[in-house]
């Protein structure tokens, strides 16, 4: 898989909690600061409190083989209590887009968590630049760390909705 081919990475899992009690820990960019092993924090920018479509804040992230960066993210999609997500530096050509999403089923919720690399650069198209005969092991490292972080994600998720539901 290359990078231009704008490769995704999709986990899902099934809640025992109400659509509306999942999308609270989903929208909790404090839990998602201490979940994460790269978001270190954010601002949102401008007037207000939380996300809503068209609203950016600068993520400070961190990785031990990239270091230190910030990004601008904008809410490209907010639907509660059953769609977040926000694309990473320009909205019509981001670097990667992420998202959640929830539906109901069986008295619970489905919760997906889904991203795209590209198709725009990111910190990830300096390593390819670099070592251009191992761009397909590059990407696929990247993607195995995502996929490891989101089904962390949505074990978390899991645990605090149920253990919220009672």
Do not use: C
């Not at 990785?63 to 490209?76: A, C, L, M, P």
């Not at 059953?82 to 999403?101: G, K, L, Q, T």
């Amino acid at each position: 898989m290359r990078y231009a081919d704008t490769p995704t990475v999709e986990v899902d899992t099934y809640i025992q909690a109400a659509p509306d009690l999942v999308w609270d820990h989903v929208i909790d960019f404090d839990l998602m600061v201490s979940m994460s092993p790269e978001l270190r924090g954010f601002e949102w920018e401008g007037e207000g409190d939380g996300p809503a479509v068209g609203r950016s804040y600068v993520g400070k992230n961190f990785h031990k083989d990239f270091g230190e960066w910030q990004t601008t993210s904008t809410v490209i999609a907010y639907d509660p209590p059953r769609e977040f997500a926000w694309a990473v530096s320009d909205v019509d050509f981001p670097s990667s887009i992420w998202r959640f999403r929830l539906r109901p089923e069986g008295g619970g919720t489905v919760l997906s968590q889904w991203m795209q690399m590209g198709p725009a650069r990111s910190g990830l198209s300096f390593a390819i630049d670099r070592m251009p005969d191992k761009e397909e092991r590059i990407v696929a490292r990247r993607l195995g760390e995502f996929r490891t972080a989101m089904e962390n994600n949505l074990r978390t998720f899991k645990k605090l909705s149920e253990e919220a539901a009672g």
